[in-house]
């Protein structure tokens, strides 16, 4: 499991409360005094939440408490809703070589691009993907589209075609969705 990481920034008094604490919160409890020590130890860290009372701290993954005094069950509250927040985002995003994939709004992007997709169009990319071989239009009927087997339709082609021209249409890219006789695969490579 990997370990939660409360950051004190510049809050002395509730450093050391919380510090007592830290074993029955199960978290990981730092204090950071200074901005640059701040970005150098978030760079390190996965899960992590900075808590502050700076208000024009500008960092992901920061709250800013304000109001006191504070009842301390709320505050454990907050933070565990925080933490299921930051661990819900993280693992909704899915990278497939420059490309990330948010399941959560159900883009893909590069760059300062996206693009929206619908959730079949997800769901074939994270299959092709996940298989790293050509995989044939009997199994993407069956296993993405949800389609019978006995129905002869061109319903996969056509899905593909859309796919692959609308990720060329955003971002110029030819080779993503390789079709090849054996059937379709995602282009593993980076660019």
Known sequence: MNIQNLIIYKFDVL???LKELEEDLNLKILQIKNDKILNVEIKNLDHYLILTKKKDLNLKNSIFLEGFPLKINKLIEKLNIEFLKIKFNQQSKIH???????????????KNLELK????E????L???KKKQPINIKEL??????YQLEIETHTVETHIYRLRKKIFNTFRDQNFLISRKEGYLINLTKS
């Open 15 to 17: 450093y050391h409360i």
């Open 96 to 110: 497939i070589n420059n490309y990330t994939i948010d399941l959560n709004s159900r883009k893909i992007s590069f």
């Open 117 to 120: 997709l619908t959730e079949k």
């Open 122 to 125: 997800i769901n074939t990319i």
């Open 127 to 129: 299959y092709l993907s």
């Open 141 to 146: 009927e069956k296993v993405v589209l949800k």
